[in-house]
């Protein structure tokens, strides 16, 4: 009797080990996107990771238990949500992060459920409490110091360059919740699997177009490429895109939405640690106030609400 209690506790922990795998995973991916740029271009990145990761998809959405019935009338919509949540929020975060610091964009991402429950206010008029609302001025201020701007109008270390990665990282944030405000009616009559596999296929398709001009501008740079690309490429594909999806969603059909969202939070320091020792990024005090700030408006700003997280079909 004590084995098979062991056993089923050991069960109960498997889990937890999943979910935070996965935003291990996804905390890593900042450092191992950045150092991939340094060889791949970002429109190349982009095309090679969902063309891919769609690969891997296709026999996993093949063997699903409902046969895949797409409506006809559905195809816009999900052509937006495709261009929204893939083609133009990766656009802005690989030409974001290229050029600020891999900590902040990490710090920035946690501004995703504060915006969700902004717009889900402003646009589709859901109730919103007066916690919520002291929370969104808490991530809102906290972005805002991330971003730069007390720097800049005070005039202490202004750097312009990663004031634009910090806005383009930003704008891939919006970019992706209006994206996963339009996906929410389709997530009830087709599975994340579904969905993510034809997300996946909108970025393959839509990024080829500019990933064959950087390579019309530099052909030589599939030569220069190491081993350090290749294996940033193969994390980047398959690790970040296909492994901690499923691992993530596993685990939230095992701990519900409201346990499986609350390991977001070891995201950015498993980020910034690793940003400190491979890229040698600082910790400095306005990264530190704002990311606090941005943690407090997420708890803040989502208590007592249901309906503000999303699928990670987003995830960079």
């Known amino acids: 009797m004590k084995k098979i209690t062991e056993i089923l506790h050991y069960r109960n922990l498997w889990p937890y080990v999943a979910i935070i795998l996965a935003f291990t995973i996804w905390g890593i991916n900042y450092i191992v996107a950045k150092l991939t740029l340094q060889e791949i271009p970002p429109m190349s990145l982009a095309f090679l990771r969902f063309f891919i990761a769609s690969l891997f998809l296709v026999p996993f959405l093949l063997f699903e238990k409902k046969k895949v019935k797409i409506d006809?009338?559905?195809?816009?919509?999900?052509?937006?949500?495709?261009?929204?949540?893939?083609?133009?929020?990766?656009?802005?975060?690989?030409?974001?992060?290229?050029?600020?610091?891999?900590?902040?964009?990490?710090?920035?991402?946690?501004?995703?459920?504060?915006?969700?429950?902004?717009?889900?206010?402003?646009?589709?008029?859901?109730?919103?409490?007066?916690?919520?609302?002291?929370?969104?001025?808490?991530?809102?201020?906290?972005?805002?110091?991330?971003?730069?701007?007390?720097?800049?109008?005070?005039?202490?270390?202004?750097?312009?360059?990663?004031?634009?990665?910090n806005l383009l990282i930003l704008m891939g944030n919006i970019s992706w919740v209006l994206g996963a405000i339009l996906s929410r009616q389709l997530l009830k009559k087709y599975s994340t699997l579904t969905i993510t596999s034809i997300l996946f296929l909108i970025g393959t398709i839509t990024f080829l177009g500019p990933a064959v001009r950087e390579y019309l501008l530099d052909p030589s740079w599939p030569n220069?490429?190491?081993?350090?690309?290749?294996?940033?490429?193969?994390?980047?594909?398959?690790?970040?895109?296909?492994?901690?999806?499923?691992?993530?969603?596993?685990?939230?059909?095992?701990?519900?939405?409201?346990?499986?969202?609350?390991?977001?939070?070891?995201?950015?320091?498993?980020?910034?640690?690793?940003?400190?020792?491979?890229?040698?990024?600082?910790?400095?005090?306005?990264?530190?106030?704002?990311?606090?700030?941005?943690?407090?408006?997420?708890y803040w700003g989502t208590l007592g609400r249901d309906n503000h997280k999303h699928p990670k079909y987003h995830r960079t």
Do not use: C, H
Request: proline letters at 4%; charged letters at 10%.
């Open 224 to 298: 220069n490429l190491t081993y350090l690309g290749l294996l940033g490429l193969t994390y980047i594909a398959l690790l970040s895109s296909i492994v901690a999806f499923f691992l993530f969603e596993w685990s939230l059909k095992k701990l519900g939405v409201v346990k499986a969202d609350l390991f977001q939070y070891i995201e950015p320091p498993i980020a910034a640690i690793l940003a400190y020792f491979v890229l040698a990024e600082k910790l400095d005090p306005s990264f530190i106030f704002g990311i606090t700030l941005i943690i407090i408006g997420v």
């Open 72 to 165: 006809k009338n559905d195809l816009p919509r999900l052509i937006g949500i495709g261009l929204l949540t893939i083609t133009f929020s990766i656009s802005f975060f690989y030409l974001g992060i290229a050029r600020t610091r891999a900590i902040d964009a990490s710090a920035l991402s946690m501004s995703v459920p504060v915006l969700s429950v902004l717009f889900a206010w402003v646009f589709l008029k859901e109730k919103i409490f007066t916690i919520n609302l002291v929370g969104l001025a808490s991530g809102l201020i906290g972005a805002i110091i991330i971003l730069g701007v007390p720097l800049a109008l005070a005039g202490l270390g202004f750097n312009p360059q990663a004031m634009i990665g």
